[in-house]
C-alpha cells in the first residue's frame, strides 16, 4: 500500500512540476515576444523618420545633384530625388503552453494509481 501512495505522490509531483515548468516557459515567452515587439516597433519609428527627412528633402536633393552634374536645376521642378520605401513594425506573439493540462494528467495519474490500491485491497480481502 505504501507503494501505490508513493506512486501516487509521485504522479502527482510530476503533474505540478510539468505545471510549474509551463507556466515558467509562458512567462518568458511572453517576455520574450514584449521585448521583440518593443525593438521592432522602435526600428520602425527610425525608419519612418528616415523616410520623413528624405521625403522633405527630396528636391533640395535633386537639385543639388542637377547642379553637381552641371545641369539646369529647374530640371528638378518636374520630379524630385527618390524616396525609399516604407517599413512597419512587426508583431510577435507568445508561444503558449497549457499550463493546467500537466497539473491534470499528474491528477488523473494519482486517481488511477488509487483507484487501482483500492481495487487490489478489495480483491485481497475478498479473496479474488
Do not use: C, W
Not at 504522479?11 to 518593443?38: D, F, H, K, Q, W
Not at 527630396?58 to 536645376?73: C, F, S, T
Not at 512597419?88 to 488511477?112: P, R, Y
Amino acid at each position: 500500500m505504501l507503494g501505490v501512495l508513493t506512486q501516487a505522490a509521485g504522479s502527482m509531483a510530476g503533474g505540478v512540476l510539468g505545471y510549474l515548468g509551463n507556466r515558467e516557459t509562458n512567462e518568458t515567452n511572453r517576455n520574450i515576444a514584449s521585448e521583440t515587439n518593443a525593438f521592432n516597433a522602435k526600428e520602425a519609428a527610425a525608419n519612418r523618420s528616415f523616410q520623413r527627412q528624405m521625403s522633405n528633402t527630396a528636391h533640395q536633393r535633386a537639385v543639388a545633384d542637377l547642379k553637381k552634374a552641371g545641369l539646369n536645376p529647374l530640371l528638378a521642378a518636374t520630379n524630385g530625388a527618390s524616396t525609399p520605401g516604407g517599413a512597419s513594425a512587426q508583431g510577435v506573439s507568445a508561444t503558449m503552453q497549457n499550463e493546467m493540462g500537466e497539473l491534470g494528467k499528474g491528477l488523473e495519474s494519482a486517481l488511477t494509481t488509487a483507484r487501482q490500491a483500492k481495487q487490489l485491497k478489495l480483491d485481497i480481502v475478498t479473496g479474488k
